[in-house]
């Protein structure tokens, strides 16, 4: 299994540039996340889809979008890349039970850059 | 909206030391989980914690949650090199929600 996979793994950008971040579990888990990092803030959510064909806003949603485009595959918009969105991007998944939300399972991330 | 505190920000150690990292929140937790992280790479799952004065050890880590579960602590014990890496405790606030919340992280390093 590969569990959460990334694409890309690097990504420099213009402002004003759009890019779309992959990923995908095989885990066959019915939640997926997406975060960012950035120094001394930890992980914010982003955006999650708590099961295939619904998203929901997380913390910092404004400048991206999402897509579930199957209970595999999360996909991560940005339409016009601002110099603010320089961060490190990460997926997760996981699975639940009833209320129990359980462990999340992380990608290696996206570096992106926007000059 | 609810935060997670961590304590220390950063841990220097001469291998073969005990540690002890915290992660602190003002309201109950429903779900704590630690993670450990490499520099540069994604994170990695360590334990769960679910119930109150719940304890979990995995090889020289345990992690403990207090009965009123707003408290956790990692314990490491007998440091080694492979132990160095960022420590962040991430957390359900509210039950049955899916907004995840993190701690800003401890880094960890182990002098040999």
């Known amino acids: 299994n590969a569990g959460v996979t990334q694409t890309p793994k690097f990504q420099v950008l213009k402002t004003g540039q759009s890019m779309t971040l992959q990923c995908a579990q095989d885990m066959n888990h019915n939640s997926m996340y997406w975060y960012r990092q950035d120094p001394g803030m930890g992980l914010r959510l982003i955006y999650y889809?708590?099961?295939?064909?619904?998203?929901d806003k997380g913390e910092v949603p404004n400048g991206y979008n999402v897509s579930r485009l199957n209970k595999r595959e999360f996909s991560l918009r940005l339409e016009s890349a601002a110099p603010s969105q320089t961060s490190v991007y990460f997926c997760?998944?996981?699975?639940?039970?009833?209320?129990?939300?359980?462990?999340?399972?992380f990608g290696p991330g996206t570096r992106l850059t926007v000059l | 909206s609810q935060e997670l505190e961590q304590s220390p920000q950063s841990l220097i150690v001469q291998e073969g030391k005990n540690l002890t990292i915290n992660c602190t929140s003002s309201?109950?937790?429903?779900?704590l989980y630690w993670y450990k992280q490499k520099y540069g790479e994604g994170l990695i799952f360590l334990m769960m914690l679910q119930k109150g004065g719940e304890e979990k050890s995995h090889e020289k880590i345990t992690a403990k949650l207090d009965e009123k579960k707003q408290q956790s602590s990692l314990h490491i014990t007998a440091s080694q090199p492979s132990h160095a890496g960022i420590y962040l405790c991430?957390?359900?606030?509210?039950?049955?929600?899916?907004?995840?919340?993190f701690g800003t992280g401890t880094r960890l390093k182990v002098l040999a």
């Open positions: 889809s708590a099961s295939e064909g619904t998203t």
């Open positions: 309201k109950t937790l429903y779900g």
């Open positions: 997760a998944s996981s699975e639940h039970v009833g209320t129990v939300r359980g462990e999340q399972f």
């Open positions: 991430g957390a359900v606030p509210l039950s049955g929600t899916y907004k995840y919340i």
